[in-house]
């Protein structure tokens, strides 16, 4: 299977400069897809990364639910 990488103008959440976002979908079994997004701000250093739910859930998965 192909990796393709998306990349992506996008606004630093800090400093509020130019920078790229990077997306990839990744499957995982019983999960289907999820799509990881990075950001990375040359400017002031500020990182940040989201990870979504992409697809449904397989008949055969567990949920799980975090709650803090």
Known sequence: MKKEL???AS???????EGECKM???????FSEIIVMAFSCEVCGHRSCEIKQGGGISEKA??????A
């Open 11 to 17: 606004l630093c959440d800090s400093c509020n400069a």
């Open 24 to 30: 990839c979908i990744a499957t995982i079994p019983y």
């Open 6 to 8: 998306i990349v992506f």
């Open 62 to 67: 567990t949920k799980i639910e975090f709650t």
